[in-house]
């Protein structure tokens, strides 16, 4: 954190802290980042710059579309259901057929078997798990009722291409799933596989479904769905602390300990270092480095120094040493959406020498990091370490 930041914590958690009803506590601010932390030395000279600002919505929508099919692979498939559930006339069903959307649905079935969809599907890195991913859209909701609702006299096209993208995302996910990181393949191979599948499905008109979709990809765009890259070189100028103070501290790390250490000389000898994040890991060093007597307690928020102990990259104790005797009472404070906080309870890490505290902020994924010092939870925690 830099100072503005920095300060409003500070106050909410001295603020807070002060409701304990605990008049002989005071909270002592320890402020590195500014001073200390990492900084763009050449004003993120680094840093790519942000597409042409000519480039308007309707050449981002292929990428607004896969942003959302990411988070979605049947979105689509619902709008279209909600679409074709609003007309009042329909082709009627020939006696002695199966309706459109059941003769669709085992062509789909059918897919696997197409000889001509192992290059594509091999490049894209998908073949293994593409059938599975055939499965999982027929079997949803959306599908189902897309494809009960549909007139094959005039939505062919657009559903056997709402279906193929659909299969590709889900698979993509499932691939993201299995290995833990996205397919290798480009927006062209991507497209190009969407290509077959559809000629495979029965029809090719891939231009057809853009009418149904744009309101989802307006809708897209106005929540940042296809812009976090084209704002890259703000972002890395606004954030670059996230990831900069790491790297920094991991290489220039002991005139930040150096601080946190003089911070606590002046503040008594009864001292609880509560550390959030980085400071977690900046003060677990300094104690493992160093007996420093006048700290009872290290109360680390959202920290990474488990993880760092696991990978051997914490400075002060390879992995498979243990703390050292000197080592004060550590609390480890954690909500398991926080993507930055891990626990180090297990026996192959600290075992007792640790107390793991799971707490529950409330919020979405990406504010779980920053909303431990309004949490509850997180002030009986305090409070008992103070006791």
């Known amino acids: ?17 002060a409701e304990l009803g605990r008049p002989d506590v005071r909270v002592l601010p320890c402020l590195w980042g ?57 082709t009627a069903i020939v006696p002695g057929t199966l309706p459109y959307g059941e003769r669709l649905r085992r062509t789909a079935q059918a897919l696997a078997g197409h000889s001509d969809l192992e290059p ?15 499965a999982d859209v027929l079997e949803s909701e959306d599908a189902r009722l897309a494809m009960a609702r549909a007139d094959e006299r005039v939505d062919s096209a657009e559903l056997c291409a709402t279906l193929a993208r659909a299969f590709v995302a ?12 996205p397919p290798l393949m480009s927006g062209r191979t991507r497209d190009a596989l969407v290509t077959e599948v559809t000629m495979r499905l029965g029809t090719l008109e891939l231009g057809v479904s853009d009418r149904l979709v744009k309101f989802g990809m307006q809708l897209g765009l106005r929540f940042g769905a296809s812009t976090m890259m084209e704002r890259r070189h703000d972002i890395v100028l606004e954030r670059h602390a996230l990831a900069g103070d790491v790297l920094h501290y991991l290489t220039r790390g002991q005139r930040i300990r150096d601080f946190i250490k003089a911070t606590i000389t002046r503040a008594s000898d009864d001292v609880v270092l509560v550390a959030h994040s980085l400071g977690g890991i900046a ?31 914490l400075p002060s104790l390879p992995f498979g040493e243990a703390l050292p005797d000197w080592m004060p009472r550590w609390v480890n404070v954690y909500d398991p959406r926080d993507p930055l906080a891990y626990v180090g309870s297990s026996p192959k890490l600290f075992g007792d020498r640790i ?26 925690v305090l409070d008992s370490c103070l006791s």
Do not use: C
């Open 283 to 313: 003060s677990l060093d300094l104690l493992v480095g160093e007996h420093i007597p006048s700290v009872g307690t290290l109360l680390t928020v959202g920290s990474q120094g488990p993880l760092l102990y696991e990978i051997g990259s």
């Open 1 to 17: 954190m830099r100072e503005s930041r920095y300060l409003e914590q500070l106050e909410l958690l001295t603020s807070r802290t």
């Open 170 to 181: 889900r698979a993509s996910l499932r691939y993201e799933a299995a290995g833990g990181w």
């Open 34 to 90: 500014d001073g200390l932390g990492s900084t763009l030395g050449a004003g993120g000279a680094s840093v790519p710059d942000a597409p042409p600002s000519e480039v308007g919505a309707e050449a981002q929508w292929p990428v607004t579309r896969w942003a959302l099919l990411t988070a979605d692979p049947t979105h689509e498939l619902r709008l279209l259901a909600v679409q074709y559930a609003s007309r009042k006339d329909r």
């Open 355 to 380: 107390e793991d505290v799971r707490i529950d902020n409330g919020v979405p994924i990406q504010d779980a990091h920053s909303a431990y010092f309004d949490s509850d939870e997180f002030y009986d």
């Open 120 to 134: 594509p599907l091999q490049r894209a890195g998908l073949r293994r798990h593409f059938t599975p991913s055939v």
